[in-house]
């Protein structure tokens, strides 16, 4: 598909990525959706008369002109739902962009990915959570998502770099501007030793209702997302809801009683949103990294006569190592609905079993 019909899909007003990804699966790529007539579009269910008006009269071609421009100029790469390169993470999210711009080098399909979140009135407490997480996890080969607002987030990003962990900041806005303005030399270490990800065209300003699209990202890129301190209300509880929507794992570090700055990790770890983290050790045991054996003793194992077809590709990816759902599903090809039926029948056969983090691996 043509670059530009892509971009340009997502600037047509009144389409979201939902209605974007319904036309061109309909259609069968971005150019048709802009040769379909008025009434070809008006047979797709969910799209009325205003959003057909919108993409036969629409200048967003015209515009992702612009976007190619800079995209070039600067060297930005554009990641299509479609494209391998896509975070499988996220594409499994029913409301995923369908277009992201990415600048940097870091593999957002990485096998360990977690987000850091957390308020912006960061306190001494989180800032020395944040260093003790990066040094902690530096081994487990990891990459650290966040934000790239003021307090927590930040925090995450510098002690990343600090101890040589890729990590990548997610935007509320275009790549044509960094916000907050103070954080452009981190943003520009980054995109050596990480990367700057958005959604959001040229010229998108880091306008409020922004950022609980990005919060979404944030939650969707990563295996787990960790809030090392939050107030009662604000992104980094949006952000933990939204990662349990996507049946991703979320953490928090405590706080004292009384505490404003960690009275959001309190409530969630209270009311059961989140796991209790009083260690950084405690997500590599949680999320089932502690199990660093060589395999060979699984690959020698006796399987059980009669597997489908499809349990044995199961067993086939997990000969490589242990795979989280998401990864199954995506490099089996089987839906999740009946991938969790082939893992039930092959734990109960003891050929393999699961760990902390939605984790499964090849029993022996």
Known sequence: MSLIHKIALTLIDSVGHVHA????????????????????????????????????????????????????????????????????????CYDAPMVLYYKGGADLNRQRIISVVGTRRATEYGRQLCRHLAETLQPYGVTIVSGMAY??????????????????????????????????????????????LTEFPLNTAPDKENFPKRNRIIAGLADATIVVEAIAKGGALITADIASSYSRDV????????????????????????????????????MGWEKEQVHAAALQIQLPVGLSDEEQRVVDVLRAGPARVDELALRTGIQQSQLAMHLLNLEIQGVLIALPGSLYQLAG
């Open 21 to 92: 990804k319904q036309l061109v699966e309909h259609f069968g790529s971005a150019e048709a959706v802009f040769s379909a007539s008025f009434g070809a579009l008006m047979e797709i269910p969910g799209i009325g008369k205003v959003t057909a008006g919108n993409i036969i009269k629409t200048d967003a071609l015209r515009r992702a002109e612009e976007q190619l421009h800079f995209i070039e100029k600067h060297q930005v790469k554009v990641l299509f739902y479609t494209d391998d390169d896509y975070p499988h993470r996220l594409r499994h």
């Open 251 to 286: 953490f928090a570090f405590p706080g004292r009683t009384g505490d404003k700055s960690s009275e959001g990790c309190n409530f969630l770890i209270k009311t059961n949103r989140a796991g209790l983290i009083t260690h950084a050790q405690d997500i590599p045991y949680y």
């Open 151 to 196: 307090g927590i987030d930040i925090a995450a990003h510098k002690e990343s770099l600090n101890f040589n962990i890729p990590t990548v900041g997610v935007l509320a806005h275009g790549l044509d501007r960094i916000y907050p303005p103070a954080h452009l030399p981190v943003a520009r270490q980054m995109v050596s030793e990480g990367g700057l």
